[in-house]
Nanobody, 121 residues
Framework: QVQLVESGGGLVQPGGSLRLSCAAPGNIFSIYVMGWYRQAPGKHRELVAVISSGGSTNYVDSMKGRCTISRDNAKNTVYLQMSNLKAEDTAVYYC???????????????WGQGTQVTVSS
């Protein structure tokens, strides 16, 4: 079982910034896609941003211009830098990775435990 470890959530005022981090174990054969999703109370989980192993990115429209996803392949870590945060960004943010944990293993989807982001004055 592969464990993704998230950090960086918390309480921030409207207009503030936060940086989320998510690390996969070091002994992973290959990580293809890493990303962030979020789920607000009473809503479905939605994509925030994803990044491929080659650096291609995709963002949900509501976050374009307000967040940047990046990854450090040497550290198997993905980051989400968010700025100009709004109350509607309040949610539990989940890290996601599609990876093969060893040679010959199928691509498998893994989730982090989630980190709470609360935007409030």
């Amino acid at each position: 079982q592969v464990q993704l470890v998230e950090s960086g959530g918390g309480l921030v005022q409207p207009g503030g910034s936060l940086r989320l981090s998510c690390a996969a174990p070091g002994n992973i054969f290959s990580i293809y896609v890493m990303g962030w999703y979020r789920q607000a109370p009473g809503k479905h989980r939605e994509l925030v941003a994803v990044i491929s192993s080659g650096g291609s990115t995709n963002y949900v429209d509501s976050m374009k211009g307000r967040c940047t996803i990046s990854r450090d392949n040497a550290k198997n870590t993905v980051y989400l830098q968010m700025s100009n945060l709004k109350a509607e960004d309040t949610a539990v943010y989940y890290c996601n990775a599609v990876l093969s944990h060893q040679i010959g293993a199928p691509r498998t989807n893994y989730w982090g435990q989630g980190t709470q982001v609360t935007v409030s004055s």
